[in-house]
């Protein structure tokens, strides 16, 4: 079991560009989550995914902001347009699902992006 | 919706003492489950414990252990015989319910251990 994995680990951009980050979760495992940390606070839902099927998006996701799961394995995190308060840790994790008993949730490194 | 508090922005621990970590939360939900979780200085989040809303034994993982209050809605974690290695943020986090799938943190707390 390699763990929750993502990529890049750090993204340094300037304003106005597009950025992709990749999720790869524990194999098998059917529910992948984003989230956005900004330092020292704690990780704010943005989105998950049951399989390839998006079931909730925050509203902290503007229209900038999209996410994929095409095949029900790994999922990409697109910003557009990016600003410099987008400027955060984007955290995935997974569970196997659904299920509160197997709802509990295992995260990745992180991708730390900064807007310049 | 769920909200979850974590009242000590920082704490501190001598190595092989005993420091116990606030949490208080809020929900409608019957069914929900808590956590605590880790994050050392630039590393990943690490699960520590969890406890099912409905178990009204305390959770225990060796040194860390929780004090599971539902009527007052309350979840404490207890370092026991705080190590070096215990040193990170550490989160409180609740699921369940309508928000089911999705963790709600807290603000997270600061611990230091000294030698």
């Given at each position: 079991?390699?763990?929750?994995?993502?990529?890049?680990?750090?993204?340094?951009?300037?304003?106005?560009?597009?950025?992709?980050?990749?999720?790869?979760?524990?194999?098998?495992?059917?529910?992948?989550?984003?989230?956005?940390?900004?330092?020292?606070?704690?990780?704010?839902?943005?989105?998950?995914?049951?399989?390839?099927?998006?079931?909730?998006?925050?509203?902290?996701?503007?229209?900038?902001?999209?996410?994929?799961?095409?095949?029900?394995?790994?999922?990409?995190?697109?910003?557009?347009?990016?600003?410099?308060?987008?400027?955060?840790?984007?955290?995935?994790?997974?569970?196997?699902?659904?299920?509160?008993?197997?709802?509990?949730?295992?995260?990745?490194?992180?991708?730390?992006?900064?807007?310049? | 919706?769920?909200?979850?508090?974590?009242?000590?922005p920082e704490m501190s621990v001598q190595e092989a003492e005993t420091v116990t970590l606030s949490c208080t939360y809020d929900t409608s939900e019957s069914d929900y489950y808590l956590f605590w979780y880790k994050q050392p200085p630039s590393r990943q989040m690490i699960l520590v414990i969890r406890q099912e809303a409905y178990k009204q034994q305390n959770a225990t993982e060796n040194r860390f252990s929780v004090n599971f209050q539902k009527?007052?809605?309350?979840?404490?974690?207890?370092?026991?015989?705080?190590?070096?290695?215990?040193?990170?943020?550490?989160?409180?986090?609740?699921?369940?319910?309508?928000?089911?799938?999705?963790?709600?943190?807290?603000?997270?707390?600061?611990?230091?251990?000294?030698?």
């Amino acid at each position: 079991d390699t763990g929750v994995s993502q990529d890049p680990r750090h993204k340094i951009t300037k304003r106005g560009q597009n950025v992709t980050f990749r999720c790869d979760p524990i194999s098998e495992h059917n529910r992948l989550y984003w989230y956005r940390q900004t330092l020292g606070q704690g990780p704010e839902f943005l989105t998950y995914f049951q399989n390839e099927a998006q079931l909730e998006k925050s509203r902290l996701l503007s229209d900038r902001f999209s996410a994929e799961r095409p095949k029900g394995s790994f999922s990409t995190l697109e910003i557009q347009r990016t600003e410099q308060g987008d400027s955060a840790m984007y955290l995935c994790a997974s569970s196997l699902g659904p299920g509160l008993n197997t709802d509990t949730q295992y995260f990745g490194p992180g991708t730390r992006l900064t807007v310049l | 919706a769920q909200t979850v508090t974590q009242s000590q922005p920082e704490m501190s621990v001598q190595e092989a003492e005993t420091v116990t970590l606030s949490c208080t939360y809020d929900t409608s939900e019957s069914d929900y489950y808590l956590f605590w979780y880790k994050q050392p200085p630039s590393r990943q989040m690490i699960l520590v414990i969890r406890q099912e809303a409905y178990k009204q034994q305390n959770a225990t993982e060796n040194r860390f252990s929780v004090n599971f209050q539902k009527a007052a809605k309350s979840f404490s974690l207890k370092i026991s015989d705080s190590q070096l290695g215990d040193a990170a943020m550490y989160f409180c986090a609740s699921v369940g319910g309508t928000s089911y799938g999705k963790l709600t943190f807290g603000q997270g707390t600061i611990l230091t251990v000294h030698p």
